[in-house]
């Protein structure tokens, strides 16, 4: 069983919808003062309902400096500090590169990456100030690992993260300080519903457990990298897609 949590100060950012949200209920769940970012004010005072516990929420527009800085101070002051940084904001639109403009582009690097950087750096002071702290990036396979049409941007930003990783750990060592990221595959959120039946039953057929992630099977992921149990691991990353990219060909799958 891993330490407990409780009242330990977290942010996870891009908290009310998919990931971010299964995300924020494990770490609810394990007692931690949560606060959960985003853009929609009434999508987080619903997910905060219902999550329950000690959780609240900031409106943040994690692509924005002024706005990133308000609101890690905000839930400092408001829980005493700042022990773990989960961002996992993210945006996903789906659109070949001979339809994409250079401005949707630009968005995706700004939600996907930038965010993380502008995150970690505004969590660093309150580390220092601790003299720990944890934090927690939402990559994917897509872009490290795999690739999937209308995606060039998201690929892009995902392996991004990861370049951003391993020299993020070597300067917040100084800080006691370690990240980390979690790697989904294809997990079951209200954003893979919108693309239809036909891909959900397509990719959970690709997957050698048979079925799509739960969005609790990140959240566990992030719990650990959390915990006092990771705090030897930095600069690492973890896949978790029920073996998703495991198979050679189609035709390996029949033999399972």
């Given at each position: 069983?891993?330490?407990?949590?409780?009242?330990?100060?977290v942010?996870v950012?891009?908290g009310?919808?998919?990931?971010?949200?299964?995300i924020a209920?494990?770490f609810?769940?394990?007692?931690?003062?949560l606060?959960?970012?985003?853009?929609?004010?009434e999508?987080l005072?619903?997910?905060?309902?219902e999550i329950?516990g000690?959780?609240?929420?900031?409106?943040?527009?994690?692509a924005?400096?002024?706005?990133?800085?308000?609101?890690v101070?905000?839930?400092a002051k408001?829980?005493?500090?700042?022990?773990?940084?989960?961002a996992?904001a993210?945006?996903?639109?789906?659109?070949?590169?001979?339809?994409?403009?250079p401005?949707?582009?630009?968005?995706?690097?700004?939600?996907n990456?930038?965010?993380?950087f502008?995150c970690?750096?505004?969590?660093?002071?309150?580390?220092?100030k601790?003299?720990?702290g944890?934090?927690?990036?939402?990559?994917?396979?897509?872009?490290?690992v795999?690739?999937?049409?209308?995606?060039t941007?998201?690929?892009a930003s995902?392996?991004?993260q990861?370049?951003?990783?391993?020299t993020?750990?070597?300067?917040?060592?100084?800080y006691?300080?370690?990240?980390?990221?979690?790697?989904p595959?294809?997990?079951?959120?209200?954003g893979?519903?919108?693309?239809?039946?036909d891909?959900?039953?397509?990719m959970a057929?690709?997957?050698p457990?048979?079925?799509?992630?739960?969005v609790?099977d990140i959240g566990?992921?992030?719990?650990?990298f959390?915990s006092?149990?990771?705090?030897?691991?930095?600069g690492q990353?973890?896949?978790?897609d029920?073996?998703q990219?495991?198979?050679e060909?189609?035709?390996?799958?029949?033999?399972?």
């Amino acid at each position: 069983m891993l330490t407990s949590l409780k009242g330990k100060s977290v942010i996870v950012t891009g908290g009310s919808k998919g990931i971010g949200r299964g995300i924020a209920q494990v770490f609810a769940r394990h007692g931690a003062k949560l606060t959960i970012a985003a853009r929609n004010e009434e999508d987080l005072k619903t997910t905060v309902s219902e999550i329950g516990g000690d959780t609240r929420y900031e409106v943040c527009d994690v692509a924005d400096w002024a706005s990133v800085q308000a609101m890690v101070g905000s839930v400092a002051k408001a829980q005493g500090g700042l022990d773990v940084m989960c961002a996992n904001a993210g945006a996903f639109p789906q659109t070949k590169m001979i339809d994409m403009e250079p401005a949707e582009w630009d968005q995706v690097m700004a939600v996907n990456l930038k965010s993380s950087f502008l995150c970690v750096k505004a969590s660093i002071p309150y580390f220092e100030k601790a003299g720990k702290g944890r934090v927690v990036l939402t990559s994917s396979i897509t872009g490290p690992v795999t690739g999937y049409p209308g995606w060039t941007h998201y690929g892009a930003s995902k392996s991004g993260q990861l370049g951003f990783l391993k020299t993020a750990a070597m300067e917040l060592a100084r800080y006691n300080t370690t990240i980390n990221a979690v790697m989904p595959g294809n997990i079951y959120t209200e954003g893979l519903q919108d693309l239809g039946e036909d891909y959900l039953k397509t990719m959970a057929n690709s997957i050698p457990l048979k079925r799509l992630g739960d969005v609790e099977d990140i959240g566990n992921a992030a719990l650990f990298f959390a915990s006092d149990e990771a705090s030897y691991i930095t600069g690492q990353q973890i896949i978790v897609d029920g073996g998703q990219i495991l198979p050679e060909s189609l035709e390996a799958l029949e033999e399972i």
